[in-house]
């Protein structure tokens, strides 16, 4: 029996909002567009079938779970070279041989029509490929960060999925978790005054060698393309604006491992409001995982807000605390509620070019001795 339209509608405003009740949402004129949206959600008669490509460590271990908290989406596909791997996952989550693909029959994704988002995550370099083809299928698309490996990659997502009339959206996580949100919040309403200085940094150790992030042909780069990205979004965002200005400088205490790749970069933006950020990179150590914000009349800052572990926050009016979400599935419900109603996600294709654009910068940098870029 078909669900209660009417019920469908209430159940995707009680889910929405991320915990705001009714009062609060008209308290911000929030409430008729939300309205508007469950209407357009009741199209959802089914939940949003996600077709995931790569079956890496990420995918097994954080996208997968987190479809099973999802609220509008679930696992309709799944896209891998390794055969081994396609019948481990059709025997776990129950997917029908018709469900699995290799990467040369991909494109037959066009003739399933439980398939409806493109998850892509593989190596950075085949991201474009990969989105393109998807988008020619008539699918929408989910990818990881970075975007890309280049300015003209990204763009080519972009413009594939436009021409098919598709959303494009991009792996960041921040927007969905609260706490980042707040931030966001204290720095638009200057809680504590002007931001001035920003600090963002995020360092894991690489310690697989055999691991495509230790190859630049798919990596695209080191630690500032696969974790600084995070860092230096999250400063963006909390500035509010796109930085003119750029410098960067790279160290390395291993060449042998890093011949090909940055190990350690240190970079700082500068903003038209004349905030400064200042951030860090590294696969030297584990544990650097931070964002702070220091404004005129006090600072803000979450520790640990871009690794799995749960974040925590103070700010110079005490603790910063929310109940804890599964950010992966608050973004990959939000995008199926961008679906419905045609609005542009919230971690959009444009901003991981941005983001692409704001690295090549940096490298540029890097590359010229740590002369100050410009970003037109």
């Not at 605390?321 to 542009?344: K, L, N």
């Amino acid at each position: 029996m078909k669900e209660d339209p009417s019920a469908s509608r209430r159940g995707f405003l009680r889910n929405f909002g991320f915990g705001l009740g009714g009062g609060a949402l008209r308290a911000v004129g929030m409430l008729g567009k939300l309205e508007q949206m469950a209407e357009a959600a009741q199209n959802l008669d089914r939940k949003v079938g996600f077709a995931l490509v790569g079956l890496g460590d990420w995918a097994t271990n954080r996208i997968a779970p987190a479809l099973l908290k999802s609220k509008y989406c679930a696992l309709a596909a799944v896209v891998s070279a390794d055969e081994q791997k396609l019948q481990q996952w059709s025997k776990k989550y129950n997917l029908p041989s018709n469900s699995l693909y290799t990467y040369e029959t991909f494109d037959q994704l066009a003739f399933n029509s439980a398939v409806d988002v493109v998850y892509v995550l593989l190596p950075n370099s085949m991201h474009s490929e990969f989105a393109v083809r998807a988008a020619q299928a008539g699918k929408h698309v989910l990818c990881e960060t970075p975007m890309e490996v280049s300015v003209e990659k990204c763009q080519r997502m972009i413009e594939a999925c436009q021409c098919a009339g598709k959303q494009l959206g991009i792996g960041y996580r921040a927007p969905f978790d609260p706490h980042h949100r707040e931030l966001r919040r204290l720095a638009r309403e200057k809680v504590f005054g002007d931001v001035k200085i920003i600090e963002a940094s995020f360092g894991s150790r690489l310690d697989k060698p055999d691991s495509w992030r230790h190859k630049r042909d798919l990596a695209g780069g080191g630690a500032l393309f696969n974790l600084g990205v995070h860092a230096l979004n999250s400063a963006c965002d909390i500035a509010g604006e796109e930085p003119i200005e750029v410098m960067a400088h790279e160290t390395k205490s291993d060449l042998p491992q890093f011949a090909e790749l940055d190990e350690s970069v240190f970079w700082t933006l500068k903003f038209p409001n004349g905030i400064i950020a200042n951030g860090a990179s590294t696969y030297r150590v584990d544990g650097m995982n931070r964002i702070w914000a220091g404004a005129d009349r006090g600072f803000f800052e979450l520790s640990s807000p871009f690794g799995s572990e749960g974040v925590k926050g103070m700010s110079s009016n005490g603790k910063i605390e929310f109940p804890t979400v599964d950010p992966i599935a608050a973004q990959m419900d939000d995008f199926a509620q961008c679906i419905a109603t045609g609005t542009r996600p919230r971690a959009s294709g444009e901003e991981g070019l941005r983001d692409v654009k704001i690295i090549t910068a940096l490298y540029e940098s890097i590359q010229n001795g740590g002369h100050t870029v410009a970003i037109h």
